[in-house]
T-cell receptor, first 114, second 114 residues
Framework: EAEVAQSPRYKITEKSQAVAFWCDPI?????LYWYRQILGQGPELLVQ????????DSQLPKDRFSAERLKGVDSTLKIQPAELGDSAMYLC????????????FGPGTRLTVL | QQQVKQSPQSLIVQKGGISIINCAYE??????FPWYQQFPGKGPALLIA?????SEKKEGRFTISFNKSAKQFSLHIMDSQPGDSATYFC?????????????FGQGTRLTINP
């Protein structure tokens, strides 16, 4: 069964450093999402792509966060500079509308900012 | 208006019992209501989903009950098993540029005692 791949699985960094996360969606899924999940809370959408275009980035802190999906396949989420409050799980998901509304999530990247 | 409120935060049920988790929403534009299951260290996985044109959907031991007038929906897990111990998230969504934008509840940590 195809899965969403993410790397790294864990990242520890110091505040003010730059970090980057990578996501490879399920093959053929045109829609890609990045979520942030703070411990004990539900995932919160950061950015949504349709192919290589950003559909919704209203919740993305654009002063420090950036996301790209240059060829409409895999995607990178970057934080620069990282702050203590960025410690969270960063989840990537993909879907293939209109065939299905289901979003398939990857295992996530656990970020700890010291 | 974008919030989805979920209760309880945590729930302990004896093996074989019924687990019930409730959610409420405000935005009447929501048209898709999935439930996700998340195990520690893993990404959320779709469990079951419903659309507002039906009041109930059952898949095996899992049932969603939906009350459109009250803007509430709930997950029932029948014959709860220790393997069901996980965190459950309800969500609600509506289409943005052809893809569903999910808003998650805060989650319910379910523990099934053997």
């Amino acid at each position: 069964e195809a899965e969403v791949a993410q790397s790294p699985r864990y990242k520890i960094t110091e505040k003010s450093q730059a970090v980057a996360f990578w996501c490879d969606p399920i093959s053929g899924h045109a829609t890609l999402y990045w979520y942030r999940q703070i411990l004990g809370q539900g995932p919160e959408l950061l950015v949504q792509f349709q192919d290589e275009s950003v559909v919704d980035d209203s919740q993305l802190p654009k002063d420090r966060f950036s996301a790209e999906r240059l060829k409409g396949v895999d995607s990178t989420l970057k934080i620069q500079p990282a702050e203590l409050g960025d410690s969270a799980m960063y989840l990537c998901a993909s879907s293939r509308p209109p065939l299905t509304d289901t979003q398939y999530f990857g295992p996530g990247t656990r970020l700890t900012v010291l | 208006q974008q919030q989805v409120k979920q209760s309880p935060q945590s729930l302990i049920v004896q093996k074989g019992g019924i687990s019930i988790i409730n959610c409420a929403y405000e935005n009447t534009a929501f048209d898709y209501f999935p439930w996700y299951q998340q195990f520690p260290g893993k990404g959320p996985a779709l469990l079951i989903a419903i659309r507002p044109d039906v009041s109930e959907k059952k898949e095996g031991r899992f049932t969603i009950s939906f009350n459109k007038s009250a803007k509430q929906f709930s997950l029932h897990i029948m014959d709860s098993q220790p393997g069901d111990s996980a965190t459950y998230f309800c969500a609600a969504s509506h289409l943005i540029q052809g893809a569903q934008k999910l808003v998650f509840g805060q989650g319910t940590r379910l523990t099934i005692n053997p």
